[in-house]
């Protein structure tokens, strides 16, 4: 197998939840990246309580079957966290492991919150929710009744698992279904 020069490694807790496996919690994604190209050579979603035990065997997998680039194992693996990198150590081979800042982890983690906020890659300045059936006026009673909702907080009551009924005369609506999202406020 080739080697490589620097990988850098790190945990990385996503801000949304997983629901629907017990209690919801937020996924770590194990991630390697090549610090020369910047890529991200592969990263794995674990439930965070077992991050660092699954660590060595998600490093070795990413050798052998990267999604980014060749089957390689790099030379040395940076990280800034310790508690990861005892994890690592004496279970990656001759990889040296060695601990020191990441920043390139934090423009990786920048460039995917980006992505995912908008996936179209358009300038803040050009998203809008006005179009040619929403007028500003939709808009502003749209975000009002967004309002109210947030200050009633059904999702303090209300499972997240659970369909409702609901009704509505002003929409002509009878026996709607509707899930109420946001438990994890």
């Not at 629907?20 to 090549?34: F, K, L, S």
């Not at 790099?74 to 279970?91: K, N, Q, T, V, W």
């Not at 009551?157 to 109420?180: F, K, Q, R, T, Y």
Request: include cysteine.
């Amino acid at each position: 197998m080739n080697t490589a020069g620097e990988w850098i490694g790190a945990l990385v807790t996503f801000p949304s939840y997983v629901t629907g496996e017990g209690e919801p919690y937020r996924p770590t994604a194990v991630m390697w990246v090549d610090s020369e190209s910047g890529a991200i050579v592969d990263t794995e979603l674990v439930r965070p309580e077992q991050a660092l035990a699954r660590a060595a065997g998600l490093f070795l997998h990413a050798t052998r079957e990267p999604k980014s680039g060749p089957p390689r194992v790099p030379e040395r693996l940076r990280i800034s966290d310790d508690a990861l990198a005892s994890a690592l150590r004496g279970s990656i081979g001759d990889v040296e492991v060695v601990v020191a800042p990441t920043p390139e982890i934090d423009e990786v983690v920048a460039a995917m919150t980006a992505h995912f906020a908008d996936p179209e890659g358009r300038d803040a300045e050009s998203v809008t929710f006005i179009g040619p059936d929403v007028t500003e006026d939709d808009v502003a009673a749209m975000f009002a009744a967004a309002a109210r909702m947030y200050r009633a907080a059904p999702w303090a009551s209300i499972p997240g698992d659970v369909c409702i009924g609901v009704s509505c005369d002003l929409l002509g609506l009878e026996d709607g279904a509707m899930v109420v999202v946001g438990q994890m406020k």
